[in-house]
């Protein structure tokens, strides 16, 4: 069962259904058009053309039958991994979300736990207000003439639970004032029994995460461009937050993404050229690299129907 809602002042009926593939009901409340597609197998992304757009997208977390089943409402989202969109307005830091997309896990019976998931899946839309707001010095300001820069953000999808959740969040912004300045993708791993998101320090063993070079041997991907544009080797600080010369704290420039094929290393760091590369190795290099009792929970995730 897929459930969509409109949450927020301008909330709409949830909608039932069991055909992922294509649905679309026009009308609702104040006007609202609701649509939901499928993107990738066992992934469907709901669009409402109103406060926030609600949509289960974990098969796994979410069975489909013909009956109701469980309580529900205009405010209450189905059970299941859901994407959400945020088009919420950030007045003092000129920030201007467009449906901006994240992920959230609902429906679990720790609330505690959904509720550090949530916060972990929306950080980085969390990060991008924080970082612009420290950024808008007063030459930007005079150049945004009021006006907020436009920022989206994209989901995509990797393992999908129901143990281990991980996506990445791609930040394009339309900014109000002049720069070429990139913002990052960001990918957020989430352990769904812990209640938390899993670090660096939580999946690389100790030995790998002194010193990297293993993770990066076990890695294929664009290592000539990377040779080109003169970034290094990688080191235990790319794997923690930090400042990359600015006034607000940023992400790790190294940042870790799970599917079912094995992990990929995303780098991505504000900028224009060489900001944005992703390298991945298979789950069968990484005895060494991950730590034994993670990876097999991420192999199992991986194998998950």
Same mark, same amino acid.
């Given at each position: 069962?897929?459930?969509?809602? @409109?949450?927020?002042?301008?909330?709409?009926?949830?909608?039932? %259904?069991?055909?992922?593939?294509? %649905?679309?009901?026009? !009308?609702?409340?104040?006007?609202?058009?609701?649509?939901? #597609?499928?993107?990738?197998?066992?992934?469907?992304?709901?669009?409402?053309?109103?406060?926030?757009?609600? =949509?289960?997208?974990?098969?796994?977390? =979410?069975?489909?039958?013909?009956?109701?089943?469980?309580?529900?409402?205009?405010?209450?989202? =189905?059970?299941?991994?859901?994407?959400?969109?945020?088009?919420? &307005?950030?007045?003092?830091?000129?920030?201007?979300?467009?449906? =901006?997309?994240?992920? *959230?896990?609902? !429906?679990?019976?720790?609330?505690?736990?959904?509720? #550090?998931?949530?916060?972990?899946?929306?950080?980085?839309?969390?990060?991008?207000?924080?970082?612009?707001?420290?950024?808008? &010095?007063?030459? #930007?300001?005079?150049?945004?003439?009021? *006006?907020?820069?436009?920022?989206?953000?994209?989901?995509?999808? +990797?393992?999908?639970?129901? &143990?281990?959740?991980?996506?990445?969040?791609?930040?394009?912004?339309?900014?109000?004032?002049?720069?070429?300045?990139?913002?990052?993708?960001?990918?957020?791993?989430?352990?769904?029994?812990? @209640?938390?998101?899993?670090?660096?320090?939580?999946?690389?063993?100790?030995?790998?995460?002194?010193?990297?070079?293993?993770?990066?041997?076990?890695?294929? @991907?664009?290592?000539?461009?990377?040779?080109?544009?003169?970034?290094?080797?990688?080191?235990?600080?790319? %794997?923690?937050?930090?400042?990359? !010369? +600015?006034?607000?704290?940023?992400?790790?420039?190294? @940042?870790? %993404?799970?599917?079912? *094929?094995?992990?990929?290393?995303?780098?991505?760091?504000? !900028?224009?050229?060489?900001?944005?590369?992703?390298?991945?190795?298979?789950? &069968?290099?990484?005895?060494?690299?991950?730590?034994?009792?993670?990876?097999?929970?991420?192999?199992?995730?991986?194998?998950?129907?």
């Amino acid at each position: 069962m897929v459930r969509v809602a @409109g949450t927020g002042r301008r909330s709409g009926q949830i909608l039932t %259904f069991c055909d992922p593939l294509r %649905f679309a009901v026009e !009308g609702g409340r104040n006007g609202m058009r609701t649509v939901v #597609r499928g993107v990738v197998p066992g992934v469907v992304r709901g669009v409402v053309r109103g406060a926030v757009a609600v =949509a289960v997208v974990g098969t796994a977390l =979410a069975g489909c039958s013909s009956g109701g089943g469980g309580k529900s409402g205009p405010d209450t989202p =189905a059970k299941g991994t859901i994407v959400l969109q945020d088009s919420s &307005d950030h007045p003092q830091q000129l920030v201007k979300f467009k449906d =901006a997309e994240y992920v *959230k896990i609902a !429906g679990l019976a720790d609330k505690a736990a959904e509720q #550090r998931i949530g916060q972990a899946f929306h950080a980085p839309l969390d990060w991008t207000v924080k970082w612009l707001g420290a950024t808008l &010095d007063g030459d #930007r300001r005079k150049q945004c003439q009021g *006006k907020s820069s436009i920022v989206q953000t994209k989901v995509r999808f +990797g393992l999908g639970g129901p &143990d281990i959740v991980s996506a990445t969040n791609a930040i394009v912004m339309i900014p109000c004032y002049e720069s070429e300045e990139a913002l990052p993708t960001i990918p957020v791993t989430v352990d769904v029994k812990a @209640g938390k998101a899993l670090t660096a320090q939580d999946v690389l063993t100790d030995t790998v995460l002194k010193d990297p070079k293993p993770l990066w041997d076990a890695l294929s @991907g664009p290592k000539d461009d990377w040779k080109q544009c003169e970034l290094g080797d990688i080191s235990t600080k790319d %794997f923690l937050p930090g400042k990359q !010369g +600015g006034p607000a704290e940023t992400p790790p420039n190294a @940042g870790l %993404f799970f599917d079912r *094929k094995g992990l990929n290393l995303v780098w991505s760091t504000i !900028g224009t050229d060489c900001s944005t590369f992703t390298f991945s190795a298979p789950y &069968d290099k990484l005895k060494d690299i991950v730590k034994p009792d993670v990876l097999s929970r991420l192999r199992a995730a991986a194998d998950a129907k």
